[in-house]
């Protein structure tokens, strides 16, 4: 079979299952691609991600990853909402969960579909395999990009014609030699909805993002406690932030996920806030199974969660949030203790660090204490 045929039987095979779009990559990445993901990491931009630092090398040269790689087949698989994607934001006493954490963990429901194309592939041809997706470092947006996939939009993110900003990615690195499908060019034009739409101004520029500054970077991979100056622009996001996504003009063309695994769970579309400040770690990890929301970590989320109900103004979250003073972990006392502060009169928050604040030892809970009632919070 020549080369046309193999990659029409791995299209065709890719779409039954469940794979919306297909395309072939070379293996090298363009100078500039490496140039600016090392200016990226120079400048910080990064954060806390450290492992993208660690294993930088590797994800400038996919070779790294497995020198006998000869082909990339680059696959891309929708995850529309069926609803609105920010209806539940700013809802009253509810949290807002990113798009794609709403179904089952995206690394599982796609990797899962790799492997069997994997497969596939290697008893269809005379080549072996080997599959990515997301935890892997490989540069994935400008590999689905160089396989026509899409391009990288003003957010960074990938974009499609057909697709919108809905796509989560994967790969196949194959021995097979494979012609590339050629790159798709970019058509965001003077558009700049995805830059204006962010809350905390996170792009410094088009097509350079600040993760110090994007929310879904803040609620998921941050460690520590929310800078104080970026809280309040959180609003009522618990989990991600699809602000930059969501106003994408080229969504219009998108159809809902096809893949019922990527459906959201009801549960997950405006979960009360109160209910999820009382999770222990159990709670969570029953509450959250099989959810990508879970590899966050019960402590993380539910400073989340403080930051949401403190960000609400209800004065009848106080009783919940009282109760999270006792918390064993620091970083859920320091969220609730910054939550208080914004919907307590200034005699009950003395009060309340009278009684508390004399037991406790963390210094990132202390300086919450600390931090003057009232304290103006800095513009983003």
Same mark, same amino acid.
């Given at each position: 079979?020549?080369?046309?045929?193999?990659?029409?039987?791995?299209?065709?095979?890719?779409?039954?299952?469940?794979?919306?779009?297909?395309?072939?990559?070379?293996?090298?990445?363009?100078?500039?691609?490496?140039?600016?993901?090392?200016?990226?990491?120079?400048?910080?931009?990064?954060?806390?991600?450290?492992?993208?630092?660690?294993?930088?090398?590797?994800?400038?040269?996919?070779?790294?990853?497995?020198?006998?790689?000869?082909?990339?087949?680059?696959?891309?698989?929708?995850?529309?909402?069926?609803?609105?994607?920010?209806?539940?934001?700013?809802?009253?006493?509810?949290?807002?969960?990113?798009?794609?954490?709403?179904?089952?963990?995206?690394?599982?429901?796609?990797?899962?579909?790799?492997?069997?194309?994997?497969?596939?592939?290697?008893?269809?041809?005379?080549?072996?395999?080997?599959?990515?997706?997301?935890?892997?470092?490989?540069?994935?947006?400008?590999?689905?990009?160089?396989?026509?996939?899409?391009?990288?939009?003003?957010?960074?993110?990938?974009?499609?014609?057909?697709?919108?900003?809905?796509?989560?990615?994967?790969?196949?690195?194959?021995?097979?030699?494979?012609?590339?499908?050629?790159?798709?060019?970019?058509?965001?034009?003077?558009?700049?909805?995805?830059?204006?739409?962010?809350?905390?101004?996170?792009?410094?520029?088009?097509?350079?993002?600040?993760?110090?500054?994007?929310?879904?970077?803040?609620?998921?991979?941050?460690?520590?406690?929310?800078?104080?100056?970026?809280?309040?622009?959180?609003?009522?996001?618990?989990?991600?932030?699809?602000?930059?996504?969501?106003?994408?003009?080229?969504?219009?063309?998108?159809?809902?996920?096809?893949?019922?695994?990527?459906? *959201? /769970?009801?549960? #997950?579309? %405006?979960?009360?806030?109160? $209910?999820?400040?009382?999770?222990?770690? =159990? @709670?969570?990890? !029953? +509450?959250?199974?099989?959810?990508?929301?879970?590899?966050?970590?019960?402590?993380?989320?539910?400073?989340?969660?403080?930051?949401?109900?403190?960000?609400?103004?209800?004065?009848? *979250? /106080?009783?919940? #949030?009282? %109760?999270?003073?006792?918390? $064993?972990?620091?970083?859920?006392?320091? =969220? @609730?203790?910054? !939550? +208080?502060?914004?919907?307590?009169?200034?005699?009950?928050?003395?009060?309340?660090?009278?009684?508390?604040?004399?037991?406790?030892?963390?210094?990132?809970?202390?300086?919450?204490?600390?931090?003057?009632?009232?304290?103006?919070?800095?513009?983003?």
């Amino acid at each position: 079979m020549n080369d046309a045929g193999i990659q029409d039987d791995i299209r065709r095979k890719a779409r039954e299952l469940g794979f919306d779009a297909v395309g072939f990559a070379p293996v090298t990445l363009e100078d500039d691609v490496q140039a600016g993901f090392a200016a990226f990491l120079d400048a910080g931009l990064h954060g806390e991600m450290d492992w993208l630092e660690a294993k930088a090398d590797r994800r400038r040269e996919p070779r790294a990853l497995w020198p006998e790689v000869r082909s990339v087949i680059a696959l891309a698989m929708s995850y529309k909402p069926e609803d609105g994607a920010l209806d539940s934001l700013g809802a009253s006493g509810v949290g807002h969960v990113s798009v794609y954490a709403r179904g089952r963990d995206y690394h599982d429901v796609v990797k899962k579909r790799l492997k069997a194309l994997g497969r596939w592939i290697c008893e269809s041809s005379p080549g072996d395999v080997k599959v990515f997706v997301d935890t892997a470092p490989v540069m994935e947006k400008p590999i689905a990009m160089h396989a026509g996939l899409g391009w990288q939009g003003k957010h960074t993110n990938l974009v499609s014609r057909d697709h919108g900003s809905w796509l989560f990615l994967g790969e196949v690195f194959t021995t097979l030699d494979l012609p590339g499908s050629g790159g798709e060019s970019d058509h965001c034009g003077n558009c700049r909805n995805c830059l204006d739409a962010c809350p905390t101004g996170a792009f410094p520029a088009p097509y350079r993002i600040d993760a110090r500054r994007c929310i879904s970077y803040l609620t998921i991979e941050h460690k520590g406690p929310i800078p104080h100056e970026l809280r309040p622009a959180i609003g009522n996001r618990i989990y991600g932030c699809d602000d930059c996504l969501a106003a994408c003009p080229w969504n219009k063309f998108a159809h809902a996920a096809p893949v019922a695994e990527m459906r *959201a /769970r009801p549960e #997950l579309l %405006a979960p009360p806030l109160a $209910e999820l400040a009382g999770l222990d770690d =159990a @709670a969570f990890r !029953a +509450l959250f199974t099989k959810s990508a929301v879970k590899r966050v970590g019960r402590d993380r989320f539910v400073r989340n969660v403080m930051i949401a109900l403190g960000n609400a103004g209800d004065e009848g *979250a /106080r009783e919940v #949030l009282c %109760a999270r003073l006792e918390d $064993e972990s620091p970083l859920v006392r320091g =969220a @609730a203790i910054w !939550a +208080l502060s914004q919907i307590v009169p200034v005699e009950d928050f003395e009060s309340l660090r009278g009684r508390h604040r004399s037991a406790e030892r963390d210094p990132d809970v202390l300086a919450e204490w600390d931090v003057p009632f009232g304290a103006p919070v800095l513009a983003c």
